[in-house]
């Protein structure tokens, strides 16, 4: 699949702009805060609905006017799509063909991403948020079912912690925890069986990735870490029975905390390399190198998925590359994968071949060069 056009009115920094884009690669040049990132977030957007470094739709728009409007021409497995998105205030409108979506979701499964930018180069090292998100995510450009889980969950999750701080207070009583539990358990042990089907493949995949970046030196191994007594091949059922016992074990606990403690709000990704977990003892160039391998898999985790790669943004990571990481990183992608490269000097882009566009980008406006 391939974005060919964009068109961009009033989004960020940008009033007009018309791209058409390479089906390859197209390198977005430019110096600090002249809207490379906002173009590769105005891609996201209308990818996904949503951008990949804010939840206030309203930073999006222009700050001279009121509404934002793009358009996107896709092409998918020899077919034409037309993607538009308008935002005007909060009011938010996704058309496909020109038919209007009922739900954001269904967008989903058309313009597939995947993003590498420097947060994702702490992916390893950073917080255990940011793999969590990593592979919500993941999964959930693939099924909106997994997407709404996640959210329902967050709903549950927050009447929870209400409900845990008023029988604190002595302002409800502990029987009624018993229904919101029920809820927490089911939704959280289908998250965790989703999380768990995928990592098995997004494992291999890596597994692969690092081997291949390390010259064989190598092997990632990816393990749930949960305090829940599971492995990576544990059923939904036993993820209910010891998510059940757990609860339990932790009622008094909670109350007292005025929090959920458990579930996969709370849950990890272990990364390991020839036995040693290098969340922690890693060097910083093993991390740097898991943190690749993993977006590398995820590009073929999605291909597997939906039978096309996704579009790839790389938002300002070479400069943070070293050479070998940054010339396995273009053979990866190169003719086989629609690129947006982001960079202050063509310089880091030295062994890029092959076919590209450059765009030179400057105080909200893209041309080409
Ligand atoms: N809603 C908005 N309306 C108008 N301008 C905006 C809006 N939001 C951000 N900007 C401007 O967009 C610019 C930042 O663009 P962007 O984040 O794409 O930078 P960049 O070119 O990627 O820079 P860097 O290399 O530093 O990451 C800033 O000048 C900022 O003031």
Request: zero cysteines; proline letters at 2%; glycine letters at 6%.
């Amino acid at each position: 699949m391939y974005l060919s056009q964009l068109y961009l009115k009033n989004f960020r920094n940008y009033t007009e702009e018309h791209l058409k884009f390479n089906k390859n690669i197209n390198l977005l040049i430019g110096s600090n805060a002249q809207g490379k990132t906002n173009i590769l977030e105005s891609i996201y957007l209308i990818g996904t609905g949503g951008s990949h470094r804010t939840n206030i739709d309203s930073e999006l728009i222009n700050w001279q006017k009121d509404g934002l409007y793009l358009k996107g021409e896709l092409i998918k497995d020899n077919q034409d799509y037309q993607l538009e998105l308008s935002l005007l205030g909060r009011n938010k409108e996704i058309k496909i063909n020109s038919n209007r979506l009922s739900r954001i979701n269904d967008l989903i499964g058309y313009l597939n991403i995947v993003i590498f930018s420097p947060e994702d180069l702490s992916l390893v090292k950073g917080s255990p948020n940011l793999r969590r998100k990593f592979i919500d995510l993941e999964i959930s450009q693939i099924s909106p079912y997994y997407r709404h889980l996640i959210s329902k969950y967050g709903k549950v999750l927050k009447q929870r912690n209400n409900l845990l701080k008023e029988i604190r207070d002595n302002k409800a009583p502990k029987e009624m925890l018993s229904v919101w539990d029920q809820q927490l358990i089911d939704l959280g042990s289908k998250i965790i069986k989703k999380r768990l089907e995928s990592l098995i493949k997004l494992g291999i995949l890596s597994k692969l990735m690092q081997r291949k970046i390390t010259n064989g030196l190598e092997a990632l191994e990816l393990k749930y870490d949960t305090e829940l007594d599971l492995d990576n091949n544990s059923s939904e059922d036993e993820i209910k029975e010891s998510f059940k016992l757990k609860l339990k074990e932790k009622k008094e606990r909670e109350i007292y905390q005025g929090a959920t403690t458990l579930g996969p709000h709370r849950d990890d990704i272990s990364l390991i390399v020839n036995n040693i977990d290098i969340r922690k003892f890693g060097s910083q160039g093993q991390q740097r190198t898991a943190a690749l391998a993993l977006k590398l898999a995820e590009l073929e985790f999605m291909k597997g998925e939906i039978g096309e790669y996704p579009i790839l943004l790389l938002d300002d990571v070479f400069s943070e590359l070293d050479i070998s990481r940054r010339s396995y990183l273009l053979d990866t992608i190169r003719d086989k994968i629609q690129t947006f490269i982001t960079s202050t000097d063509l310089k880091h882009l030295d062994g890029l071949k092959g076919n590209h566009k450059i765009f030179e980008i400057k105080n909200g406006s893209a041309i080409e060069v």
